[in-house]
């Protein structure tokens, strides 16, 4: 592991943009099955309670998480954008990944709406995708931010109080 964490270090820009595209590609691609999965349910206007609520929680995470961040900063691609700033408001003093979390919910919901072996399947996949991002995301932070290291010891990845 200790390997892949110096490779991954050692990259040079063009293999961050490329790593970093294909896990942009793979999260949007998943999303897009989830979304096909629901539509029939979503269609007869079957969606349950629970997947309102979590979609609707996951909407307004993610409002929250722009608010909080200054225009031109927000970067689906984990690679910290130039020049950018640390933000640690708003739902960044709590969770680290405030949009992958709220990602999170939008696609528990459609997961849930599907009612599926495949959907589940789908949303699994995708936290992973999302976690990944989110390892490289962290490293390259680490290399931009100096305080970044302190502000992860201070806060969790995607659950508050939690993980």
């Known amino acids: 592991m200790r390997?892949?964490?110096?490779?991954?270090?050692n990259m040079n820009d063009r293999q961050r943009l490329w790593l970093g595209s294909g896990l942009v590609l793979l999260q949007f691609g998943l999303l897009a099955v989830l979304a096909l999965l629901a539509?029939?349910?979503?269609?007869?206007?079957?969606?349950?309670?629970?997947?309102w609520l979590t979609g609707g929680a996951g909407v307004a995470l993610a409002l929250w998480a722009f608010t909080a961040n200054r225009p031109g900063n927000f970067n689906i691609h984990p690679r910290p954008r130039v020049g950018g700033?640390?933000?640690t408001s708003g739902p960044y003093g709590w969770i680290r990944?405030?949009?992958y979390t709220a990602f999170l919910l939008g696609a528990w919901a459609l997961a849930w709406t599907a009612g599926s072996d495949e959907a589940w399947l789908a949303w699994w996949a995708l936290s992973l995708v999302l976690w990944t991002k989110s390892q490289l995301?962290?490293?390259?932070?680490?290399q931009q931010h100096p305080g970044y290291a302190h502000y992860r010891e201070q806060t969790k990845r995607f659950?508050?109080?939690?993980y």
């Open 3 to 9: 390997n892949l964490r110096e490779q991954t270090l």
């Open 137 to 142: 995301e962290e490293r390259w932070l680490l």
């Open 97 to 99: 990944h405030p949009m």
């Open 159 to 162: 659950i508050p109080w939690l």
């Open 39 to 51: 539509w029939p349910a979503v269609e007869q206007l079957k969606i349950p309670l629970a997947a």
């Open 85 to 87: 700033t640390l933000v």
